[in-house]
């Protein structure tokens, strides 16, 4: 999702759901997070940006702004971080950009616009509605471990190796374009009538949006 999110953000209508990692201490929720980054290389902030220590919301924005169509790391979400903060995720979906000041002799502004998807991963749900609803969620309970399957990920993880497998979805980019909008329609009513029974039709539309978002890219790359 994260590669083809200006397809994606387009054909949603400006919106692009962040992924949520959540769960007890030492679940794996760290691990499977670098794992991902390291799809595009060896990750400039291993350990993600801490959101609840050190992290001010101007260097939020600083890296918000460094990146495009890749993955950025909020790591130790709290529910008592600050609204800035809060916001500032929000609008990572959202696409919406805040203005911060430039340290110029005068009154001048910029607007740092989010090109990149959210991964934020913490122990805790976020208690703010506006922001649980903009997240896809993946709980992690140390149930399920594979540790030898872990070990040859770790080596190619190391040597740089998983960068192949984003050079190999690069080469659908052009098919996400031309079919996103087509397919995901197909995707949303799947997952629609999947879950109208279970729910009595009670959930909210943006969480079959946030489910599509995943899904098409992937039943895309399925079909071709």
Request: hydrophobic letters at 35%; proline letters at 4%.
């Amino acid at each position: 999702m994260s590669l083809f999110r200006d397809h994606i953000y387009k054909a949603n209508n400006s919106y692009v759901p962040n992924l949520f990692c959540f769960g007890p201490r030492q679940q794996g929720k760290s691990t499977f997070v670098r794992s991902l980054m390291c799809l595009f290389g060896q990750p400039a902030q291993p350990d993600g940006i801490n959101l609840e220590q050190g992290t001010t919301s101007t260097s939020m924005n600083r890296t918000i702004a460094s990146y495009r169509n890749g993955m950025i790391w909020f790591n130790e979400f709290k529910n008592t971080i600050s609204d800035y903060k809060i916001g500032l995720l929000k609008g990572i979906a959202d696409g919406s950009g805040k203005s911060v000041g430039l340290k110029t002799a005068g009154n001048e502004t910029r607007t740092v616009t989010p090109l990149s998807t959210a991964v934020i991963s913490g122990q805790h749900l976020p208690s703010e509605p506006a922001l649980f609803s903009r997240c896809v969620m993946l709980e992690f309970d140390g149930t399920k471990r594979n540790n030898e399957a872990f070990d040859e990920l770790k080596t190619w993880q190391d040597n740089t190796e998983l960068t192949n497998v984003l050079l190999e979805l690069l080469n659908y980019r052009e098919y996400i374009g031309l079919l996103y909008e087509e397919c995901s329609k197909k995707v949303y009513n799947i997952i629609r009538s999947l879950f109208a029974k279970r729910y009595n039709n009670k959930l909210d539309d943006r969480y079959f949006l946030n489910f599509k978002s995943v899904l098409t890219p992937l039943y895309i790359c399925y079909i071709k």
